[in-house]
């Protein structure tokens, strides 16, 4: 049932062109429209939403943090993202204006069951964003938005968190299109971009030989650090925690603008830093911030290994390992980027000989608070 790959997650790692493209699947209209059926917050509802919340637990709060780049971009809505835990303890502002996210691969995840619930009774409208039919979450929701990532089942979630993303996105483009936003070419033009994303990860899938090496040559490390910026800090929190959960090493990420807020002080001669960098067209300034970081941490004496995008020449100089990602409208990047790190995690965690799709300490859904 693992279909020859040695680990469901591998296996999982490889369906995740195919997991992107079901969850679009039917979505888009011929005209490049979206029809999201299942959201049965009716449009007029949707457009007096003033704020959106998100709360969600570890890869899926990820995804929740892309969302809010995507969602206030395009929508010019207010967006929060909340671990699910904290949430209902802080007295969050809550009313009929606000829609609630929930995001869960599961749907029986405790802490996120008890956030929408508390979301609720302030008369919030929650939309569930989920992978499991039918269960908890998307049945105490007002509405569901399911991903069509088919059965997850390695502890580690990966084809989950892309289908996430891909719904994520929908939301957002959806709230865009329902409110009306004058990001509606762009809009029009992120549909297209997003019909052809499944392609996009499969190239990254048939290129990841050298990570697999390099991943092997560092089964002997302690810590590795990931950096990003926008929607490459979720990217980097990640990785850092695929590695954490698989391959129990220390690693954390950071939005690197905060580098020289103290993190910095962490880098050492032949630490490996991973750094996923934000396209050069787009939003450029933050691009050519990411190659100083690059540069200052390198000059440290940090090992770097520079995600970044096809053509993109200006890191070349600094990159001791240097990983291509398809270019793509900046917010979807996390679609192309996550997968190396998937693949990283996965290869060093096999490495130091460590169970793959059961890691020490985990369960697959966390069903107490
Ligand atoms: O089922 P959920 O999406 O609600 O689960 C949330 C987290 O427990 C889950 O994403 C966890 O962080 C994964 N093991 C990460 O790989």
Known sequence: EKGGYDYFMLKEIAEQPKAVADTLLGRIDGSGSLTLDEVRIPPGVLREIDKVVIVACGTAFHAGMIAKYAIEHWTRLPCEVELASEFR????????QTLVIAISQSGETMDTLMALRHAREQGSKVLAICNTNGSTIPRESDAVLYTHA?????????????????????????????????????IRAVIRDLSSIAGAVERVLGTMEPVRELARTLASKKTVLFLGRHVGYPVALEGALKLKELAYMHAEGFAAGE??????????????VVVVVPSPRGRSVLHDKIVSNIQEIRARGART?????????????????????????????PLVATVPLQVFACELATARGNEVDQPRNLAKSVTVE
């Open 89 to 96: 303890y802080r007295d969050p502002i809550l009313d009929a």
């Open 150 to 186: 088919g059965p997850e089942v390695a502890v580690a979630s990966t084809k989950a968190f892309l289908t996430q993303l891909v719904a994520c996105y929908l939301v957002a483009l959806y709230l865009g299109q329902v409110r009306g936003t004058k990001w509606g070419d762009e």
């Open 259 to 272: 580098l020289k807020h103290g993190p910095i002080a962490l880098i050492e001669e032949d630490l490996p």
């Open 305 to 333: 290994i520079v995600i970044a995008e096809e053509g993109d020449e200006a890191v070349v100089p600094y990159a001791d390992h240097l990983v291509r990602i398809p270019a793509t409208p900046t917010l979807l990047q």
